[in-house]
């Protein structure tokens, strides 16, 4: 599905859930949810990331059946209400949610744990015929933030991912489906999430699309000295005009109409500079 993509996309967050770290408990009944959905559609979202478990740092485990109710009514309310095309991701780590959100008309799996948590998300993944998204994240939501430590961060995110990407081959998931993340925020420290900004270009040496996450990041805070996470929608979006000139295809992001602009800009640059290279 990614394979030929000439534009970067942007994947519009959809968090149906009373927890999460920056927007927990805004789109927590289907109306709100839809609502949401309909305005990132209108700004220019490409895909839709649909999800019933806060991955914030401490967050606790939510299991599958109250995961599927919430995420498989907003799923089909956005697609008998909204579009019946527009691509949705479900963001679990649970086979059963992934399976129950694909029959609802989802499209695609995003996974944090890059199927650590449930090895039978690769076989669903494979048997669909979906893409795949694999997270690169140390430690668990409940323990990615204690203390996580790393010699060289980017070659071990890089050879994570590579085992990952490894494991789902073996699974029967075609190369053209598997997209890779290299988890900012995700069980590392600001300066992990710096040295993998300053080496995006290395991800995507790896050969398979990336997507980056960086929405609102509590690093980004840190180097603003801002504590609220929705005053950091510039700093997102500078992340995005980066990552777009690394080669970078594909943003996680809350904030839809300003990352779009800092993508749609940073691409045009982009081509200009890549067409004049001798």
């Given at each position: 599905?990614f394979?030929k993509?000439?534009?970067?996309?942007?994947?519009?967050?959809?968090?149906?859930?009373?927890?999460?770290?920056?927007?927990g408990?805004?789109?927590?009944?289907?109306?709100?949810?839809?609502?949401?959905a309909?305005?990132?559609c209108?700004?220019?979202?490409?895909?839709?990331?649909?999800?019933?478990?806060s991955?914030?740092?401490?967050a606790?485990?939510?299991?599958s059946?109250?995961?599927?109710?919430r995420?498989?009514?907003?799923?089909?309310?956005?697609?008998?209400?909204?579009?019946e095309?527009?691509?949705?991701?479900?963001?679990?780590?649970?086979?059963?949610?992934?399976?129950?959100?694909?029959?609802?008309?989802a499209?695609?799996?995003?996974?944090?744990?890059?199927?650590?948590?449930?090895?039978?998300?690769?076989?669903?993944?494979?048997?669909?015929?979906?893409?795949?998204?694999?997270?690169?994240?140390?430690?668990?939501?409940?323990t990615?933030?204690?203390?996580?430590?790393?010699?060289?961060?980017v070659?071990?995110?890089?050879?994570?991912?590579?085992?990952?990407?490894?494991?789902?081959?073996?699974a029967?998931?075609?190369?053209?489906?598997i997209?890779?993340?290299?988890?900012?925020?995700?069980?590392?420290?600001?300066?992990?999430?710096?040295?993998?900004?300053?080496?995006?270009?290395?991800l995507?040496?790896m050969?398979?699309?990336?997507?980056?996450?960086t929405?609102?990041?509590?690093?980004?805070?840190?180097?603003?000295?801002?504590?609220?996470?929705?005053?950091?929608?510039?700093?997102?979006?500078?992340?995005?005009?980066l990552?777009?000139?690394a080669?970078?295809?594909?943003y996680?992001?809350?904030?839809?109409k300003?990352?779009?602009?800092?993508?749609?800009?940073?691409?045009?640059?982009?081509?200009?500079?890549?067409?004049?290279?001798?």
């Amino acid at each position: 599905m990614f394979n030929k993509m000439t534009k970067p996309l942007i994947m519009g967050i959809l968090n149906v859930t009373p927890d999460s770290f920056s927007d927990g408990g805004k789109y927590t009944d289907l109306d709100s949810a839809t609502e949401q959905a309909q305005i990132m559609c209108d700004q220019g979202v490409d895909i839709l990331d649909v999800g019933g478990e806060s991955t914030r740092p401490g967050a606790e485990t939510i299991q599958s059946d109250e995961q599927i109710a919430r995420v498989v009514p907003v799923i089909k309310a956005i697609r008998t209400k909204i579009s019946e095309t527009v691509l949705i991701s479900i963001d679990t780590t649970l086979s059963e949610v992934a399976e129950a959100a694909l029959e609802a008309g989802a499209n695609i799996i995003n996974d944090v744990s890059a199927g650590q948590t449930d090895k039978r998300i690769l076989t669903v993944a494979s048997d669909w015929g979906v893409p795949i998204i694999l997270m690169h994240m140390q430690g668990t939501p409940k323990t990615m933030q204690d203390n996580p430590s790393y010699d060289d961060v980017v070659s071990e995110v890089i050879d994570s991912l590579k085992s990952s990407i490894s494991e789902a081959l073996t699974a029967g998931i075609k190369h053209e489906n598997i997209v890779v993340d290299p988890g900012i925020g995700f069980g590392k420290r600001r300066e992990d999430n710096i040295d993998l900004l300053a080496h995006l270009n290395d991800l995507v040496a790896m050969g398979y699309p990336v997507l980056l996450g960086t929405s609102r990041k509590r690093f980004m805070g840190s180097l603003c000295a801002v504590s609220d996470p929705a005053e950091l929608v510039t700093a997102t979006a500078v992340t995005t005009a980066l990552g777009v000139m690394a080669g970078v295809q594909m943003y996680r992001v809350h904030d839809v109409k300003e990352n779009r602009q800092a993508a749609d800009v940073a691409w045009a640059i982009k081509q200009a500079r890549d067409n004049s290279a001798p």
